[in-house]
Every structure is written in C-alpha cells, then in structure tokens.
C-alpha cells in the first residue's frame, strides 16, 4: 500500500485543516500522523518502502491514499524520490501570500523559543531564494514558482494542483470542492469543519516566557533542551505584530519577480495578496 496522492506544501498555508477534512472524506485514507516527512527527511527515506506502506496498512478499503507533508514542496531531492516511488501520484500544492507565509513561520519558531532574532534581523540573516536542507527557510520557502517548475520537469501538469490559501479562508466549499474533484473522489462531501481553523497560534502567559519571546536574544543563554520548561500555565491566541516598513520593503522586492511568475503561471491575478 503505497499513497496516490501527497499534499506537499506550503508550511504555514493551510496544510493542517485540509489534510483533517481529506481524513473525514469517506473514500480517503489518511494516516493518523499528519507530516510522515519520508521524502524530507533522509533518515525516514533511508527506512525504505516497505517502512512508508506500513503507515498505509489499514486504508485496503478506501478509494484513494495520501499523506501532508508539507517540507516536500521545496526539498532538492523530493521530486525525483516521489516520482521512483509515486510517479503516477497526484500533488496537491497549496500557496499563500508569500510575506505573511514567512512572518507566520518566523513566528512559529519564535513562540516554541526557537529563533534568537529579531524579525529584522532574520531578514538580513536568511533572506534567499532557494531552499537548502538544514537551514533557515522562512524566505525561500516561499518562492513557490522555483519549486513548481521542478516538479513539472517530473510531473505532468494535470497531476499538479496549485490552491491559494486564502480562498480556504474565504471559500472553503469551493476550496475543498476543487481537491475533490482533482482527486476524484466524492465532490459533494460537506463537513461542519470546513470553516474551521485547525492550527490555531498560542503562546504561554506566564511571565517567564513572555519576557523570552517580547526579548528573542536572551534565549541565546539557554540551551534549547531547557526552552521547553517554560511552557506551562494559561495559554491566548497569538497575532503576529507587523514588521518594519524596511524589511517589508526588502521583501515585496524580492518576491515580486517570483509572484508575477505564479501568476502567469496559474493565469489569475492573485489580488488576495494585493
């Protein structure tokens, strides 16, 4: 038992809330771990095959299979590893605006105490247009057109479908009519979460925590094993305070090129991320 389909990106864009909708798709079989990483990771790669199926096993009944991993939309190896494997698997892409896909994912480090820079500061230290395994994507992440075009060189077109993450928010009906249909499976399927956002951000309130994530570079002087004692007592959502005018600037520059290109790409003019 091997998947037909991946849901290979974007992090930060949505991933979450449609691999928990495909899970309660009647004909669709998804594993009870959301992100498997086999194509991502190499020590999960180098299990093998046989490995991946097991997390398969129990979907015999079910129309179709696939897992969420979204790393895979950006990894160097991912592509030609899927393809040996799936080639004729379907991929499901999903895109969001690209400054605030990095803003989100900054955050997310931030808050689990894992990013010892300011916003700022993370510009200038990571701000690239390719992703390299192991090291900081915020950025090249988001430079969605570079990975498409490597998928394509495998992939044929009609097995690739690009969704923009805030029709999810926006649309969700139509949005998750579209998966259906691309995968083929019943397109008249309705949940009550479909409106529903899985992967709500929080942070901690007690004071201890909110003076290491107010003040990024005091976690330079604990080591990371230790970061995770200050999760503990109540918990609030979390908005990502704006960035400065500078670092927006560096950033509307440098993927501008890289958005007129998705938009040609997909023949709209992607006006939610005006």
Sequence with gaps: MQPDFLIIGSQKAGTTSLYHILRQHPQIFMPEKKELNFFFKDDEYARGPEAYARHFADSANLLLRGEASPGYICHPDAPARIHELLPDA?????????????ISQYWDNRRHL?????????????????????????????????????????????????????????????????????????????????????????????????????????????????????????????????????????LVDFYQPWNDELREFLGRDLAEWE
């Design 114 to 250: 894992n990013e010892p820079h300011t916003f700022a500061e993370a510009v200038d230290l990571y701000l690239n247009d390719e992703y390299i395994p192991g090291k900081i994507g915020y950025f090249s992440r988001s430079v969605y057109m570079r990975y498409i075009r490597n998928y394509l060189e495998l992939f044929p077109r009609e097995n690739l479908l690009v969704l923009v993450f805030e029709e999810l928010l926006s649309a969700p009906e139509t949005f998750y009519q579209r998966v259906f249909e691309f995968l083929g499976v019943d397109a008249d399927f309705t949940s009550e979460d479909f409106d529903e956002a899985f992967n709500p951000t929080t942070v901690w309130k007690n004071p201890f925590y909110q003076m290491l994530i107010r003040r990024p570079h005091y976690q330079r002087n604990i080591p990371a094993k230790m970061r995770r004692l200050f999760y503990w007592g109540g918990e609030a959502r979390f908005s990502a305070p704006s960035i400065d005018d500078a670092s927006r600037k560096k």
């Design 90 to 102: 379907k991929l499901i892409l999903t895109v969001r605006e690209p400054i605030k896909r990095a």
